[in-house]
């Protein structure tokens, strides 16, 4: 199954000078937790954004960068190849984890998105489609509101009734 994992603000903004906007443990616990063991799938730009610009610990990295060369993850070059080497997984969970244009092009082909929501304005640069107005997205699941670090967050599930074969 493949998901899209993020947070966003209240205007579904994702990003904010390469970097996320708020600093939310409980839902850096969700994505660890989720994530680890499996694979997760980002632009360039997502990976050097990480601590060290390292890929994530215990799981299989896939990066599609036009310019990286790296051994310690898996470089694809184009939407092509990613979806290839995805497809080479479809049995197994696969997370896309960022950024922007990494989410809209694979949204798609998403079973579904986890999104936290917070009920803030980050002042984001960067969008993720707002899936409440995004034909064939159905939320299924909108947790209780939390307190994170002085923000109120909702962990959601969302379905992609319309999903795209890879």
Known sequence: MIYAIVHADR????????????????????????????????????LRSFPNQKPLKNRVNIVLSRGQ??????????????KAEMKKRENEDIYVIGGGEVYKAL????????????DADGGAEVFFPNLDETDGFVCMDEGEPLEDNGLIIRFTRYENTKRIPL
């Not at 994702?14 to 980002?42: A, C, Q, W, Y």
């Open 69 to 82: 060369v790296r051994d310690d993850c898996v470089i694809v070059r184009s939407y092509d190849e990613l």
């Open 11 to 46: 205007k579904w903004g994702i990003g904010k000078n390469n970097d996320m906007m708020f600093s939310l443990p409980k839902d850096m616990k969700f994505f660890r937790e989720t994530t680890m063991g499996h694979t997760v799938v980002m632009g360039g730009n997502t």
């Open 107 to 118: 949204l798609p082909y998403c079973h579904g998105a986890l999104v936290t929501k917070v």
